[in-house]
Antibody
Framework: QVHLVQSGPEVRKPGASVKVSCKAS????????ISWVRQAPGQGLEWVGW????????NFARKFQDRVIMTTDTSTTTAYMELRGLRVDDTAAYYC??????????????WGQGTMVTVSS | QPVLTQPPSASASLGASVTLTCTLS???????VDWYQQRPGKGPQFVMR????????SKGDGIPDRFSVLGSGLNRYLTIKNIQEEDESDYYC?????????????FGGGTKLTVL
């Protein structure tokens, strides 16, 4: 049974950084990538970026390219997302989601429970 | 990259049926779209993937047979029959798009389904 369990809520001041973890279990970690998606309060879903579970290659949405770092630890089957230079409008729930292939494209078949990141002075 | 458009709200009576629509922007009629259900206060859950030929991937865990999909032209539909109280959720559609050597994920704005 696939599970993605994320770290707990975080509160940061503007300009700080935050690192969120996503512990995967129930599948072979290196066979799937992990995408990170965020959702501001009362808003829709916004893709942040992706990391390969196999070799750590990354791909980020343009608006986050300068501020986000994604890593994995295959020994603990955990993915991490670090966002730097936090702004108040980064306040959101951050979700990790497993990607599965489908004939040249992908879909997000399992999601974590979300990590609320609050940025406030 | 494609843009996905969803009506912001929909409603249906208990036991009735409702069809939610996700519309791809022009030029992307061959794209598959994924439907996600997000119950209040919870994370999204994969429902199923749909192309112009209908369902592409098996339903997500625990998704009942009352949920079905269709695709036609630029539209991707999610139909829920015999609506239950537990179906009251936000429903998002999403797709991945290859942009040169990279790819991006895009999502629709979501439809809030109210069960009357």
């Amino acid at each position: 049974q696939v599970h993605l369990v994320q770290s707990g809520p975080e509160v940061r001041k503007p300009g700080a950084s935050v690192k969120v973890s996503c512990k995967a279990s129930g599948y072979t970690f290196i066979n799937h990538g992990i995408s990170w998606v965020r959702q501001a309060p009362g808003q829709g879903l916004e893709w942040v970026g992706w990391i390969s579970g196999y070799d750590g290659r990354t791909n980020f949405a343009r608006k986050f390219q300068d501020r986000v770092i994604m890593t994995t630890d295959t020994s603990t089957t955990t993915a991490y997302m670090e966002l730097r230079g936090l702004r108040v409008d980064d306040t959101a729930a951050y979700y990790c989601a497993r990607e599965s292939p489908d004939y040249g494209s992908y879909f997000l078949d399992y999601w974590g429970q979300g990590t609320m990141v609050t940025v406030s002075s | 990259q494609p843009v996905l458009t969803q009506p912001p709200s929909a409603s249906a009576s208990l036991g009735a049926s409702v069809t939610l629509t996700c519309t791809l922007s022009s030029g992307y009629s061959n794209y598959k779209v994924d439907w996600y259900q997000q119950r209040p206060g919870k994370g999204p859950q994969f429902v199923m993937r749909v192309g112009t030929g209908g369902i592409v991937k098996s339903k997500g865990d625990g998704i009942p047979d009352r949920f079905s999909v269709l695709g036609s032209g630029l539209n991707r539909y999610l139909t829920i029959k015999n609506i239950q109280e537990e179906d009251e959720s936000d429903y998002y559609c999403g797709t991945d798009h290859v942009d040169g050597s990279n790819f991006v994920w895009v999502f629709g704005g979501g439809t809030k389904l109210t069960v009357l």
